[in-house]
């Protein structure tokens, strides 16, 4: 079955450099991806989505790359700071009559200081 | 707004008593999800409504779990009876036309 994966589990990077976090995906019929972040005893945050159509969108300090052809999805956090802690998870949606997104199993950022 | 509201925060229970979760999701979203976070499996979706009605349940582990949404303002997952495998982080999300899932702050259940 379809599944989405991530290359890291974890990721530990100095405050102030910029993070990239990677998502592989295997499902070619998605058509929509979205970036989650969980801080610790909290639900997942919504940071930033990108439709199939796209394969770069910019948020504030956040950047999202799609790469359709080799099936690849990164979230790129600039100038990373302490807040910026937290588990990442990549998600993906198909258009085919499915409407449920499937989440990626997760990268932990920890921001050295 | 509020955003989407879950209770209990924390439920701790014994094995094979009955467990009701609740949710109140954004006004005016007309979807409802309910999934369930582990450390072994990760976000697992259970099931979700498209304007009150169940659309997919395939998710739902066996018949001891059940959902449902009697109106656009509530929702009710129930486990009965519970069992120790169901320990885990219960997340209600809402949305508005599918994109953009915002999610509940959980409920933390422990079976003991």
């Known amino acids: 079955g379809e599944s989405v994966g991530l290359h890291l589990p974890t990721l530990s990077v100095q405050e102030g450099d910029n993070s990239i976090i990677n998502c592989a995906y295997s499902?070619?019929?998605?058509?929509?991806f979205i970036w989650y972040k969980q801080e610790s005893g909290k639900g997942p945050q919504f940071i930033i989505d990108?439709?199939?159509?796209?394969d770069k969108r910019q948020g504030q300090r956040v950047t999202v790359l799609l790469n359709k052809t080799v099936k690849h999805l990164s979230l790129q956090i600039a100038a990373t700071q302490p807040g910026d802690s937290a588990v990442y998870f990549c998600?993906?949606?198909?258009?085919?009559?499915?409407?449920?997104?499937?989440f990626g199993t997760g990268t932990r950022l920890t921001i050295i200081p | 707004d509020a955003g989407v509201i879950q209770s209990p925060r924390h439920e701790v229970t014994e094995m094979g008593q009955e467990v009701t979760l609740r949710c109140k999701p954004i006004?005016?979203?007309?979807?409802l999800f309910w999934y369930r976070q582990t450390m072994m499996r990760g976000l697992e979706l259970l099931i979700y409504f498209n304007n009150n009605v169940p659309i997919d349940d395939s998710g739902m582990p066996e018949d001891r779990f059940s959902a449902k949404m009697p109106n656009a303002s509530f929702s009710t997952l129930k486990i009965q009876p519970s069992e120790p495998r169901d320990s885990a982080v219960y997340f209600c999300a809402s949305s508005l036309r599918r994109y953009g899932y915002t999610f509940g702050s959980g409920t933390r259940l422990t079976v003991v």
């Open positions: 006004s005016g979203h007309d979807y």
């Open positions: 998600a993906e949606e198909s258009n085919f009559g499915n409407e449920k997104l499937t």
């Open positions: 499902n070619s019929a998605s058509d929509y």
């Open positions: 990108i439709r199939s159509n796209m």
